[in-house]
């Protein structure tokens, strides 16, 4: 993809193909309304011509010397509009051959066919959107659930956008105050005082490394929530594992160990996409293939989005102690955490357990508390969704790196700060971070970025 000639008006088709009620063509250009005249005939000519603001206008639009189509077509007539450039957009039937003769008839008349992510590209260098916000577009597009589209209209939003423009102006701010202090360096005058530099150097660095942090999450968790099922053996993961499934994916035996490495299955929980993994039952054991299993438990257990740790009733006194044990090491290796009590149809006063989060009974398929405990991980799971904040895995991918490298920068900003190396020292690290934050947003940004973005997208976007 080349970046293309911003004076060209360029056309697409902005409805997904196939047959439906309605379909759109997408133009946009410096010079669309007069250019549209030349094959469209609006039922009030003088509205059109004299439009100044958004509207609608209703006509024909000429498919042949006698055949013409009734359409509707909305006019952006000023730079106030997606692109940054007048634009419109024709409403018509949603029939696949319709729409490519209106663009056939649209290419006859000077009107390019568009590339892909064009018009996306154009809202971008026309100052529309920041870099950012256009790969939220891409993750609207494809989104795959609710949590996703959220996260990407958050960040369409400039949410994220916000937060990384504080973050460099504040910088930009001091890096301008410690230049201007350096043309009174000989008059020994401090122009902002030291304990000031130090304290917005540490603001920065702070928030900083809270957005890298914000982007390695999201790389986790890009297309689904992972849920782990832990427990001792024969806690009921395997029974609880079907249930939630659906399905019976799981060998369910009385035997202890059945379990021996792991099972994962992909399911939706509360219109989530969720990745349920069940793994082998907290024991210490020399065999090669359980201490396999006992590895690969505590990874997954390290990268979930939620550790469910089952604790059966009618444990023996000794194995409640273990239990207890390893449940306390569990929450402390989680990001979240349930402590589920398992097989309460058991349950006797002398095996209640006093420090579960809810007890459930798996032996019937609709069991209320079957269904408490989806609430439960559901609400635990937006929980972290909404602690993410919006930044989509795309975003997440480029701007890791770069965040890491303006972080980087900032701390041996501080360290030159606090070692009174000199406010020049300073300011040449403040530079280095300052462009960082610039590629992010897209202040700063290269031909063949912008291609690596915007070739990911779809025609007439």
């Not at 900032?410 to 030159?416: N, P, T």
């Amino acid at each position: 993809m080349t970046l293309f000639d911003l004076d060209e008006t360029i056309a697409a088709p902005a409805s997904p193909p196939g047959a439906s009620l309605r379909g759109m063509l997408r133009i946009s250009g410096p010079d669309v309304r007069r250019q549209l005249l030349s094959v469209f005939q609006p039922d009030d000519l003088d509205h059109w011509k004299s439009a100044t603001r958004p509207m609608l206008h209703q006509g024909r639009i000429s498919l042949a010397d006698d055949l013409s189509c009734p359409v509707t077509v909305g006019l952006w007539p000023t730079s106030r509009s997606y692109t940054g450039q007048p634009m419109a957009e024709i409403y018509t039937l949603g029939s696949q051959p319709l729409l490519e003769r209106l663009l056939s008839v649209l290419n006859e008349q000077g009107i390019r066919t568009a590339q892909k992510g064009e018009f996306t590209l154009r809202a971008f260098l026309n100052g529309r959107i920041d870099l950012v916000q256009a790969e939220a577009v891409l993750g609207v597009i494809d989104s795959e659930s609710e949590r996703e589209l959220q996260t990407a209209l958050d960040q369409l939003g400039g949410g994220l956008s916000h937060r990384m423009a504080e973050i460099r102006v504040d910088l930009l701010e001091l890096l301008a105050d410690l230049e201007a202090g350096l043309d009174f360096v000989e008059e020994d005058i401090e122009f902002v005082p030291h304990e000031n530099v130090l304290q917005r150097l540490r603001t920065a660095l702070t928030a900083l490394m809270q957005l890298r942090e914000l982007s390695q999450q999201r790389l986790r968790s890009e297309t689904r929530r992972k849920v782990v099922l832990a427990g001792l053996p024969n806690a009921g993961k395997s029974t609880l594992l079907n249930r939630l499934a659906d399905q019976e994916v799981a060998l369910v035996s009385e035997i202890s160990g059945t379990t021996r490495d792991y099972l994962a299955v992909e399911c939706q929980l509360g219109g989530q996409p969720v990745l349920l993994v069940d793994t082998a039952g907290w024991e210490l054991n020399d065999d090669p293939i359980m201490k396999s299993a006992q590895s690969f438990r505590e990874e997954q257990i390290r990268q979930a989005d939620l550790v469910v740790w089952c604790t059966p009733h009618a444990l023996s006194e000794s194995e409640r102690q273990t239990d207890t044990e390893q449940a306390s090491y569990c929450r402390e290796q989680s990001r979240q955490f349930l402590h589920l009590g398992t097989k309460s149809d058991l349950e006797s006063p002398e095996t209640i357990l006093p420090n579960v989060d809810l007890s459930i009974s798996t032996l019937e398929k609709q069991d209320e508390s079957l269904h408490r405990l989806l609430n439960r991980m559901t609400t635990l799971l937006d929980d972290e969704s909404a602690e993410e904040g919006g930044m989509i895995g795309t975003t997440s991918a480029r701007c890791r790196e770069t965040i890491r490298d303006a972080e980087a920068a900032l701390h041996r900003a501080l360290e030159a700060a606090e070692t009174s190396e000199g406010d020049e020292f300073i300011a040449l690290e403040l530079r280095a971070a300052l462009e960082g934050l610039g590629q992010v947003l897209g202040v700063i940004h290269t031909d063949d970025l912008l291609d690596r973005i915007f070739s990911k997208f779809c025609i007439g976007k």
